[in-house]
């Protein structure tokens, strides 16, 4: 094993963009995936799948490999490997960023009702009842299994494995997708009421443009706190560069027309 590799914690988009921009840079790369996801994208470069064993395992593992850098790229919601990581990196010693895609807004007529968790978003829907849209993810389906007075369209990657709500529909999908089938999925599942969480990002904004266009309510779960004091960007761009910029991620100059700065 190289000392000079860079581990990304990844399972987003942007830490497959991050990969195969520090690969195409010469940079050796170690892109870690939970291993969550039965059939998952798989980035350029190394992949390694499964968990390190808390913030012990990921200390040990860092310090074993001869990590230089970390680059913490996964969902908005990985809380708890966000947290190891930060706590793992400060007890070995290794730089660590957060890249993290912005959160989405409420603009124009979109109808928000913002909750803090998902037992939250559970109780407003059973207060709401009607045909809703949930696109919270499978491992939270289990949340709305109480809800009796609703239907759900439950929109997943993997199919879910706990208790779910009595009525309800499964829809194997994956991103990214396109307004113009947004619109129609939501007006052919005559949709009032869309559960999500506020993962950010491009690839599946468009329900939520589909929604304010045709009146429907969004509770929109609100993103978990963070640990303090994390470094953090907003872009693969910017986290190419704060690699590039901890020189000893690199094993030589960078590729031409890529700024280490």
């Known amino acids: 094993m190289t000392d000079r590799s860079v581990l990304v914690l ?5 830490a497959r963009a991050l990969a195969e921009e520090l690969v195409a840079a010469g940079v050796p790369v170690i892109s870690s995936l939970a291993g969550r996801v039965q059939n998952p994208r798989l980035p350029v470069g190394e992949v390694r799948i ?8 990921l200390a040990a593992w860092l310090r074993d490999e001869r990590i230089r ?23 070995a010693g290794v730089p660590l960023l957060r890249l ?33 849209l949930l696109t919270t993810g499978r491992q939270d389906a289990s949340a709305f299994a109480a809800v009796e007075n609703a239907w759900f369209l439950i929109r997943v990657v993997d199919p879910p494995t706990g208790p779910l ?26 949709i009032a009421l869309l559960v999500t969480k506020n993962s950010g990002g491009d690839l599946t904004r468009a ?29 693969v761009e910017a986290a190419r560069h704060w690699v590039c910029g901890t020189g000893s991620a690199l094993p030589g100059p960078a590729a031409p027309g890529r700024s280490p700065g």
């Open 69 to 91: 850098a970390v680059v913490d790229a996964t969902h908005p919601f990985a809380a708890q490997i966000t947290g190891n990581a930060a706590a793992a990196c400060a007890r």
């Open 165 to 190: 709500p009595p009525r309800h529909r499964i829809l194997a999908s994956r991103g990214p997708y396109n307004l113009a089938g947004e619109r129609k999925l939501l007006a052919d599942n005559e």
């Open 207 to 235: 329900k939520l443009i589909a929604a304010a266009e045709a009146g429907i309510e969004v509770v929109m779960v609100d993103r978990p706190a963070e640990p303090a004091g994390l470094d953090r960007v907003e872009s």
């Open 50 to 57: 499964g968990g390190f064993g808390g913030v012990d395992g």
């Open 10 to 14: 990844g399972g987003t988009g942007e």
């Open 100 to 132: 993290l895609r912005p959160g989405w807004s409420p603009d124009g007529d979109a109808r928000w009702t913002r909750v803090p968790d998902i037992v939250a978003a559970a109780r407003i829907v059973a207060d709401r009842g009607g045909r809703v």
